[in-house]
């Protein structure tokens, strides 16, 4: 049998957020999934990308069935993987399988055409993979193309003429709700890459005020300063999260930090109970209990949301795509 390139995952397309997010792999994690992949059978080289909206094993196999079956294997045992769930999974082979690694490399298979983050992702899976040694020759030429073709894609069309992201779609979703953002208090969980962008497209609407809450404060320290805001020891955050207006959540918390209960006493305690509190959750896995949609006076918004949000530029990076 030819060895074959091969891609086995799932994404935004075809599994709801609530199925991503349960197939989601952590990045220490991804490390052992590394590992394991690449001394499974029918396996010789491997790539996990983990991201938001999809979950993918890029595959060099000397045997496509026992590929397959390896990583079947693997997310059985590590995430309760059941029959009824593969119809989420597909399984692209040689020309399928590299077409769909370029697109996901130029951002053309991302929610939002054209996001410019997907690009350090890709590279920072294929790093992730290298340190461990499960890629070699075959992947690292792929990989190595893939970016290539991203790069020309971003220089020679107009893909990356309106940069539109998941925070940008954050923004527009606050703004809808909202009214307008002038003045708005802006609190934001985490202090990732995702909360920055988030925030400064806030900012750039004419949000007022930035609160930081992080597990580290000192994190939470650095970026407040960057946004010219206030960081928050995490274990205040109750009281701030009562008076904000917008809150952004992306944090790398395992297990959810907000449940529907605690968002009902948080509403009692708002001191603008004449405004909705607009709740965007960008986190994988998600940091919002999804019963807090079902709070009065807050709006919560995840993954899946950002996908419907009107896109003025949508066309034109269509076109290009």
Same mark, same amino acid.
């Given at each position: 049998m030819e060895p074959s390139l091969?891609?086995?995952?799932? %994404?935004?397309? @075809? *599994? +709801?957020?609530?199925?991503?997010?349960?197939f989601w792999i952590s990045e220490n994690r991804r490390y052992e999934a590394l590992v394991q992949l690449s001394k499974a059978e029918g396996i010789e080289e491997v790539i996990v990308m983990a991201t938001c909206n999809?979950?993918?094993?890029?595959?060099? #196999? %000397?045997?496509?069935?026992?590929?397959? %079956?390896?990583?079947?294997?693997?997310?059985? *045992?590590?995430?309760?993987? !059941?029959?009824?769930?593969?119809?989420?999974? $597909?399984?692209l082979l040689d020309e399928c399988?590299?077409?769909?690694?370029?697109?996901?490399?130029?951002?053309?298979?991302?929610?939002?055409?054209?996001?410019?983050?997907?690009? =350090?992702?890709? !590279?920072?899976?294929?790093?992730? #993979?290298?340190?461990?040694g499960a890629t070699g020759r075959f992947l690292d030429a792929v990989l190595q193309k893939a970016l290539t073709v991203s790069k020309r894609v971003r220089s020679e069309t107009a893909i990356g003429n309106a940069p539109v992201s998941i +925070?940008?779609?954050?923004?527009?979703?606050?703004?809808?709700?909202?009214? @307008?953002?002038e003045n708005k208090k802006v609190l934001l969980l985490g202090a990732? !890459?995702?909360?920055?962008? =988030?925030?400064?497209?806030?900012?750039?609407?004419g949000a007022g005020s930035v609160c930081v809450i992080n597990?580290?404060? &000192?994190? *939470? #320290?650095?970026?407040a300063t960057k946004l010219g805001g206030v960081a928050i020891p995490f274990? &205040?955050?109750?009281?701030?999260?009562?008076?904000?207006?917008?809150?952004?959540? =992306?944090?790398?918390?395992?297990? @959810?930090?907000? =449940?529907?209960?605690?968002?009902?006493?948080?509403?009692?305690?708002?001191?603008? !109970?004449?405004? +909705?509190?607009?709740?965007?959750?960008? *986190?994988?896995?998600?940091?919002?209990?999804s019963a807090v949609r079902d709070v009065r006076g807050i709006f919560? $918004?995840?993954l899946d949301d950002l996908e419907n949000v009107v896109d003025h530029n949508a066309g034109e990076r269509e076109a290009a795509a």
């Open positions: 091969m891609v086995v995952g799932l %994404n935004y397309r @075809t *599994a +709801p957020v609530a199925v991503r997010e349960h999809r979950t993918e094993f890029w595959l060099w #196999a %000397n045997d496509v069935t026992l590929a397959a %079956n390896s990583v079947m294997r693997l997310l059985s *045992a590590e995430y309760g993987l !059941k029959l009824c769930e593969w119809k989420h999974f $597909y399984r399988a590299l077409l769909h690694i370029f697109r996901v490399a130029s951002s053309l298979d991302s929610m939002v055409v054209g996001e410019p983050q997907v690009v =350090s992702q890709v !590279k920072q899976a294929w790093q992730q #993979a290298q340190k461990v +925070p940008y779609a954050a923004v527009e979703l606050a703004r809808q709700v909202l009214g @307008t953002l990732g !890459k995702m909360s920055e962008l =988030s925030a400064r497209g806030l900012l750039n609407h597990r580290t404060l &000192e994190h *939470a #320290a650095e970026l274990e &205040e955050r109750w009281q701030h999260m009562a008076e904000t207006d917008i809150i952004i959540s =992306s944090t790398s918390c395992p297990h @959810t930090i907000l =449940s529907r209960e605690e968002a009902e006493v948080m509403v009692r305690e708002r001191t603008n !109970k004449d405004l +909705p509190l607009v709740i965007v959750d960008i *986190a994988m896995p998600r940091d919002i209990d919560l $918004y995840d």
